[in-house]
Structure formats: structure tokens, C-alpha cells
């Protein structure tokens, strides 16, 4: 047994398509998910019981509580294993906005359980810790992958897309939280839309892939940018930097992503965007 040190990488749905609420209060859905090279630190290790340390830039505003993922699955996880609480101490360094529409938490929970299934030499696949996963949020079994994935239904149903290609990309967040909740109620006062998922784009160079998500949407963009106006600022400054191909928000926001042809553009513009606007959480990436 060891200490165990992960990244539970920001999720991007470069597209999202969603249906009318059921009656169980979820909403179909459409999407192809990436992931980028950045995200929040999540170290675990053997202990005498379980424990959650929070630090990092964001940390303050994430507490350590029972509501917290983290915990909720790793609790998950010992009922799986026949152990109430997993002995192992996590430190979760918060490099990433909270209420963002990156999938920080559920991230972040995949990562732990990774983590705890090493540092305890646990005998249990990825598979078996997305379904201990899916118990603690719809997102859960792709952000335990963290891999490029077409989700349907709840966002559950996942089809993993090796063909997606790297794609350089500057992730903005403008510091308000976009409350997922909130927006969905929001999106559900306006006409209903189609959790349809679009025909795969016929050839997947970084070239015809953005040209084929600039065809797509996300349905939640609307909602937000009524109950967040600053989202929209940011989607307007963001598709001003030089060499920007596509601009669209993330999730249920407040995060906008940019793409462009090459990792070099991205850094200069995510540079030029930092300086213009210093209170803005700006990052350069590569989402995979």
C-alpha cells in the first residue's frame, strides 16, 4: 500500500443537446465529452480512518462535509467492500472553479476512487468503481474514465470515441458559479428541445472536427447567459482572440472554451485574454 496521487482532469461537452424533463426530474441528453490535461490534484493515501483535507485557490468554497463527492463515494465504495468508511486520507488541491460546468466534483470523486482502490491494493476494476460511480451523480461513470465518450440518457450511457483528436483549447471561466439546478429550471420555462445525437463527422482531423461541432450546440447556453449575463460577455471576448475557431460554453457554465488549429494559438490567446481580463480564471489545455 502507497500513496496514490491523481489528476481529476476539467470535463468539456463539446456539444449538448437536451431533451424535456421527465418525470423523475432528469433530462435526456446528447453529448461528446473530452477531457483536458488540467484539473484538480487529488493525492490518497493508507490511514486510520477516513479523512478529507480541501486546499487550493478554490478550496475555500468547497467544504469537506459528508455532502462532499469525495466522501459520498468513497463511503459508497466501503459499503461495496464490506467496510462502512475506506481508511484512507485524501488531500484534494481545488485547482479548478466550483459550479463551472467542467464536472469538477464527480471528477474529483472518480479520481478519490481510483485512488483509494490502489492505495488499498482493492481487486476491483474501472468498470466496478463507475458503477460504485453512477450511485453518486449522473456524470460519474465518464469522469471515472476520463475519456473521450459520446453520453446519452442521463449521461450515463456511454460510447468512448478513440477518433476524437487532441484538440487545443483555452478553458475561461469569468469567477460566478452557474448552478446546474437553477439553470435546468430556467431552460425547462422555454420550448422543449431534442436529446438528438448527431451523425459522427466523416473525417476526424482537428480541421472538419471543429467545423463539425460549430454545428452543434448546447442547449443550456440560452438559460444561463438569462440567469448569468457575464457568460455571454465571455463568449463574446472569447471569440475575438486571433485564431479562434469555435466558441461555446460548457456544461451548464459558467465556463466558455475556445478551439483553435494549433497548441500555440491557444497559449498566446489564453495569455492576451489573462491580461485583458485579470479576474478571470483563463487556462490553456489540450482536451483529449
Known amino acids: 500500500m502507497a500513496t496514490v496521487r491523481l489528476l481529476a482532469p476539467a470535463k468539456v461537452n463539446l456539444f449538448l443537446h ?9 433530462h435526456p441528453l446528447a453529448s461528446l465529452v473530452a477531457f483536458a490535461g488540467i484539473g484538480d ?16 485557490p478554490f478550496g475555500q468554497g468547497l467544504g469537506a462535509g459528508d455532502d462532499n463527492l469525495i466522501l459520498k463515494a468513497l463511503r459508497a465504495l ?20 466550483i459550479a463551472a460546468g467542467l464536472g469538477g466534483g464527480s471528477s474529483d470523486a472518480g479520481a478519490a476512487l481510483k485512488g483509494a482502490r490502489d492505495a488499498l491494493g482493492l481487486s476491483l476494476d474501472d468498470e466496478a468503481l463507475a458503477d460504485i460511480a453512477a450511485g453518486v451523480g449522473a456524470d460519474g461513470p ?8 459520446w453520453a446519452e440518457d442521463r449521461g450515463d450511457r456511454l460510447t468512448f470515441e478513440p477518433r476524437l483528436p487532441p484538440l487545443p483549447a483555452v478553458l475561461i ?46 442547449d443550456l447556453e440560452t438559460p ?21 475557431r469555435l466558441v461555446r460554453m460548457s456544461g451548464s457554465g459558467a465556463t466558455v472554451f475556445a478551439l483553435f488549429d494549433t497548441a500555440e494559438q491557444a497559449v498566446e490567446a489564453a ?15 489540450i482536451l483529449r
Do not use: F
Open 18 to 26: 437536451v431533451g424535456p424533463g421527465g418525470t423523475d426530474g432528469y
Open 41 to 56: 490534484d487529488v493525492t490518497v493515501q493508507p490511514a486510520g480512518r477516513l479523512s478529507l483535507t480541501v486546499t487550493g
Open 78 to 97: 466501503g459499503e461495496v467492500t464490506g467496510a462502512a468508511d475506506p481508511p484512507v486520507a485524501v488531500t484534494l488541491d481545488k485547482q479548478l472553479p
Open 142 to 149: 465518464m469522469c471515472l474514465h476520463a475519456r473521450a465518450a
Open 173 to 218: 471561466n469569468p469567477g460566478v458559479p452557474s448552478s446546474t439546478g437553477a439553470v435546468y429550471r430556467r431552460y425547462d420555462e422555454g420550448p422543449a428541445g431534442t436529446a438528438d445525437r448527431p451523425a459522427p463527422p466523416g473525417d476526424w482531423g482537428l480541421s472538419s472536427v471543429i467545423d463539425w461541432l460549430s454545428a452543434r450546440r448546447n
Open 224 to 244: 444561463a447567459i438569462a440567469l448569468e449575463p457575464v457568460i455571454g460577455q465571455t463568449l463574446k471576448e472569447a471569440a475575438r482572440l486571433p485564431g479562434v
Open 271 to 285: 495569455r492576451r485574454l489573462a491580461r485583458s481580463h485579470p479576474g478571470w480564471w483563463v487556462r490553456s489545455t
